[in-house]
């Protein structure tokens, strides 16, 4: 796998990675103070690599920044919280 950086482009409210010329994504709403998690979708050719999870750690790491609260409102981003309790604190 060759290691590509992370995008946030903030006026598209998402989050990507390009992997051997695919696309993985995490898109999200922002209310407020709430950064609203509305999917995670990463190609079946890159799957199985840690993208996903890698995407909703670079979320929670901005929200962290930002001063924001989580909801994890997609599937995926649900089960990462749930392996990751040292996020619970950004939960709202």
């Given amino acids: 796998m060759t290691e590509s ?5 903030a006026a598209a409210r998402r ?6 010329g695919h696309r993985a994504e995490l898109e999200y709403q922002l209310h407020g103070d709430t950064l ?13 690599r840690g993208i996903a999870s890698r995407l909703v750690e670079a979320a929670f790491a901005h929200a962290r920044s930002a001063g924001l609260k989580v909801r994890p409102a997609c599937s995926y981003a649900a089960a990462w919280v749930e392996r990751h309790p040292e996020v619970t604190d950004l939960l709202g």
């Fill in 15 to 20: 989050f990507t990675v390009e992997l051997d």
């Fill in 36 to 48: 609203t998690i509305t999917h995670t979708g990463v190609p079946e050719a890159i799957g199985g």
């Fill in 5 to 9: 950086a992370i995008a946030h482009d």
